[in-house]
């Protein structure tokens, strides 16, 4: 007896992101400590941790599903308003705008249906009917 099943195996992306993600944090850690380059303060703001997890949730599911996007323009337009002045003016409506196009222009999801039970029968006037038990 013979059993040829290929199984695939999917790679776990996630680990590779997070030690990607923790190696560059790291190595701009060292940077910043021995001052070798001009880092900016944004740079280890609230909002780049916002960015940074919504890129790692993108990396997570191979950027299949949004919620990574939303996460990471949230972030940005916290960064953006934060380091911008009067810039949280224009970048809350551009952002609202954004996601009301962005439902509208969503593909939808069509399921399809399968109803294997037998179709009803119309009901007959001129027949008595009996109760169902």
Do not use: C
């Amino acid at each position: 007896m013979n059993n040829n099943i290929e199984t695939t195996i999917t790679p776990n992306n996630s680990k590779t992101a997070a030690g990607v993600i923790l190696l560059a944090i790291g190595a701009i850690l060292l940077i910043r400590e021995f001052d070798i380059f001009l880092i900016p303060d944004w740079l280890f703001s609230w909002p780049m941790w916002v960015i940074a997890w919504g890129l790692y949730m993108g990396a997570k599911y191979n950027f299949r599903k949004p919620s990574w996007i939303m996460i990471t323009l949230i972030g940005a337009a916290f960064l953006l308003s934060d380091n911008i002045v009067n810039a949280d003016r224009i970048i809350w409506p551009v952002a609202v705008m954004g996601f009301g196009a962005w439902m509208i222009m969503k593909p939808r999801k069509h399921r399809e249906e399968y109803n294997f039970e037998k179709p009803k029968e119309t009901f007959q006037f001129h027949k008595p009917t009996e109760p169902e038990m």
